[in-house]
């Protein structure tokens, strides 16, 4: 049976935050995941497991297992329990031509929650680079990865879908820029809670908008200071953290990971405050975003505000679905090639262990380097016809005269 590149997927475009963030997986729960899974699955010789903000999916390379029997077995695993109405938050397909379109889309943009996402092919890098180091590239999936950057950077290259912000950090600070105005916000007090990615974005966005009164709270206090001497900002207390005392900041944006509604409490305070949740599971419990002082925004509010650079975006939709399709084009000729390959590559073994064979037993007694140097003349000379199969006596005539050099 013919080994296929397959997806199941949970995303924006199917599931709510509130269903999406059951299914996000930690960084130090993926190795579980994935190991439960290909135990699960033996046959599975390739796997990606991505997860965003928006999304949790995992494309896998099989012979026999089916999308509907891993899907199954994933939700039962993430839950605990097998609920038969989460399935209708998936989709997933089983064919690799689809998959690769999928594949495709999401990394170029198209399939974001904001058009053209950017951030969306670092995370996808980094899943990748997650599959390496456990082994678990699998040939369909490694070219499929090729197309994914390739396509990419023909995107960069050749449209103006990039244009514009796209980044989820950098519009949270202009955010609170437009709340405060430009001049006001730079000496207002903030807190970035985390450490990670998006805290570390936003920290590099904020040298083009300068705010002065930076302050990081992080459960793991040695990367918060990694980040104070980096950044020239101030710690804040974990445990004021845990207690939702947040003394008088003017806002305090939020980006931990796997810490749901860790923000629970505004404090009985009367001016006017911002709070940005970056985080999925969400950090700050959206009932905060009811107090008539507490100007809220998560992630779902934070992409429509991007819609500004929607229209340029829209204007190179259709070169960019040309470019993806043109990649996927390439990918399904070598796809369909594949059994040619393999076919040739065994040849090629073949040919040489019968050179190399007739070498050894017609022809004077040599070393095995000088057998290995005939050998690989003969075997040039040989695939250079355009027979794919080449007759004995012409193979005894070309070994003949490459032996006599």
Same mark, same amino acid.
């Given at each position: 049976?013919?080994?296929?590149?397959?997806?199941?997927?949970?995303?924006?475009?199917?599931?709510?935050?509130?269903?999406?963030?059951?299914?996000?997986?930690?960084?130090?729960?993926?190795?579980?995941?994935?190991?439960?899974?290909?135990?699960?699955?033996?046959? =599975?010789?390739?796997?990606?497991?991505?997860?965003?903000?928006?999304?949790?999916?995992?494309?896998?390379?099989?012979?026999?297992?089916?999308?509907?029997?891993?899907?199954?077995?994933?939700?039962?695993?993430?839950? #605990?329990?097998?609920?038969?109405?989460?399935?209708?938050?998936?989709?997933?397909? &089983?064919?690799?031509?689809?998959?690769?379109?999928?594949?495709?889309?999401?990394?170029?943009?198209?399939?974001?929650?904001?058009?053209? *996402?950017?951030?969306?092919?670092?995370?996808?890098?980094?899943?990748?680079?997650?599959?390496?180091?456990?082994?678990?590239?699998?040939?369909?999936?490694?070219?499929?990865?090729?197309?994914?950057? #390739?396509?990419?950077?023909?995107?960069?290259?050749?449209?103006?879908?990039? &244009?514009?912000?796209?980044?989820?950090?950098?519009?949270?600070?202009?955010?609170?820029?437009?709340?405060?105005?430009?001049?006001?916000?730079?000496?207002?007090?903030?807190?970035?809670?985390?450490?990670?990615?998006? =805290?570390?974005?936003?920290?590099?966005?904020?040298?083009?908008?300068?705010?002065?009164?930076?302050?990081?709270?992080?459960?793991?206090?040695? #990367?918060?200071?990694?980040?104070?001497?980096?950044?020239?900002?101030?710690?804040?207390?974990?445990?004021?953290?845990?207690?939702? *005392?947040?003394? &008088?900041?003017?806002?305090? /944006?939020?980006?931990?990971?796997?810490?749901?509604?860790?923000?629970?409490?505004?404090?009985?305070?009367?001016?006017?405050?911002?709070?940005? *949740?970056?985080?999925?599971?969400?950090?700050?419990?959206?009932?905060?975003?009811?107090?008539?002082? /507490?100007?809220?925004?998560?992630?779902?509010?934070?992409?429509?505000?991007?819609?500004?650079?929607?229209?340029?975006?829209?204007?190179?939709?259709?070169?960019?679905?040309?470019?993806?399709?043109?990649?996927?084009?390439?990918?399904? #000729?070598?796809?369909?090639?594949?059994?040619?390959?393999?076919?040739?590559?065994?040849?090629?073994?073949?040919?040489?262990?019968?050179?190399?064979?007739?070498?050894?037993?017609?022809?004077?007694?040599?070393?095995?380097?000088?057998?290995? =140097?005939?050998?690989?003349?003969?075997?040039?000379?040989?695939?250079?016809?355009?027979?794919?199969?080449?007759? &004995?006596?012409?193979?005894?005539?070309?070994?003949?005269?490459?032996?006599?050099?």
């Amino acid at each position: 049976m013919k080994c296929s590149l397959r997806y199941i997927s949970i995303s924006h475009k199917t599931a709510t935050v509130t269903q999406r963030e059951q299914f996000y997986i930690s960084d130090p729960a993926k190795h579980g995941v994935v190991k439960h899974l290909c135990t699960v699955f033996p046959d =599975v010789k390739g796997l990606l497991l991505l997860v965003t903000c928006n999304r949790t999916e995992v494309y896998f390379e099989s012979e026999k297992t089916s999308t509907d029997s891993f899907r199954d077995e994933f939700i039962s695993l993430i839950l #605990k329990k097998r609920i038969t109405e989460s399935r209708v938050w998936f989709s997933q397909n &089983d064919t690799t031509e689809s998959t690769v379109m999928h594949l495709l889309k999401v990394s170029s943009g198209l399939d974001s929650k904001v058009l053209g *996402d950017a951030e969306i092919i670092c995370q996808i890098k980094k899943a990748y680079q997650f599959s390496i180091a456990h082994d678990l590239q699998g040939s369909l999936l490694e070219r499929a990865m090729q197309s994914v950057f #390739k396509c990419h950077k023909r995107i960069s290259n050749e449209t103006h879908f990039r &244009d514009g912000t796209t980044s989820v950090a950098y519009k949270a600070l202009k955010m609170i820029r437009t709340t405060y105005g430009r001049e006001a916000t730079k000496e207002k007090k903030i807190l970035f809670i985390g450490a990670g990615e998006i =805290v570390r974005q936003l920290f590099k966005y904020n040298s083009k908008f300068n705010f002065k009164q930076l302050y990081i709270g992080n459960r793991t206090k040695s #990367k918060a200071l990694s980040l104070t001497k980096m950044y020239e900002c101030k710690l804040y207390d974990w445990k004021k953290v845990l207690a939702n *005392d947040f003394g &008088d900041f003017d806002v305090i /944006i939020s980006g931990v990971s796997n810490r749901h509604h860790l923000i629970t409490n505004a404090n009985k305070n009367s001016k006017k405050r911002v709070f940005i *949740d970056l985080a999925l599971p969400a950090n700050i419990d959206p009932v905060l975003a009811k107090m008539p002082h /507490i100007l809220f925004y998560d992630l779902d509010t934070i992409s429509l505000e991007l819609e500004d650079t929607k229209a340029t975006r829209l204007a190179a939709i259709q070169k960019v679905a040309l470019i993806k399709e043109e990649e996927l084009q390439e990918y399904n #000729k070598w796809y369909q090639e594949a059994p040619l390959r393999a076919t040739l590559a065994n040849y090629k073994i073949e040919l040489n262990q019968k050179v190399t064979d007739y070498v050894e037993e017609h022809l004077e007694p040599m070393s095995e380097e000088q057998i290995k =140097v005939i050998t690989g003349r003969v075997m040039r000379n040989l695939l250079k016809e355009s027979n794919l199969y080449i007759p &004995d006596e012409e193979m005894k005539e070309i070994i003949a005269v490459h032996a006599s050099l």
